[in-house]
């Protein structure tokens, strides 16, 4: 069985930080690529920030400069460091992962449940 339990969401105002983590637990033989999603009401789900196994990162403009994603291979987790939060960051962050499980073909997108951070102006 795959989990993903994502903590850290919450409230803070503009300008503040927060710092966001995913536990990933289940029986992989590949996790490739570690990302961070976010939907705000009304808006479709988009990519936030993505790294993959071999440590390389990659970021929507939007939070270019302000947040930075990190992994532990060792214990599967992956985090975000979202600093100088605007307003406009406010939205569900879900984690997901491509991985390969143990005794599967191919890849699969898992998602964890999603964590609600709220920025006030």
């Known amino acids: 069985q795959v989990q993903l339990v994502e903590s850290g969401g919450g409230l803070v105002q503009a300008g503040g930080s927060l710092r966001l983590s995913c536990a990933v637990s289940?029986?992989?033989?590949?996790?490739?690529?570690m990302n961070w999603y976010r939907q705000a009401p009304g808006k479709q789900r988009e990519l936030v920030a993505s790294?993959?196994?071999?440590?390389?990162?990659n970021y929507a403009d939007s939070v270019k400069g302000r947040f930075t994603i990190s992994r532990d291979n060792a214990k599967n987790t992956v985090a975000l460091q979202m600093n100088s939060l605007k307003p406009e960051d406010t939205a569900v962050y879900y984690c997901?992962?491509?991985?390969?499980?143990?005794?599967?073909?191919?890849?699969?997108?898992?998602w964890g449940q999603g964590t609600q951070v709220t920025v006030s102006s």
């Open positions: 997901n992962i491509r991985a390969r499980r143990v005794g599967f073909n191919g890849f699969n997108d898992y």
């Open positions: 289940g029986s992989f033989f590949s996790i490739n690529a």
């Open positions: 790294i993959i196994s071999g440590g390389s990162t």
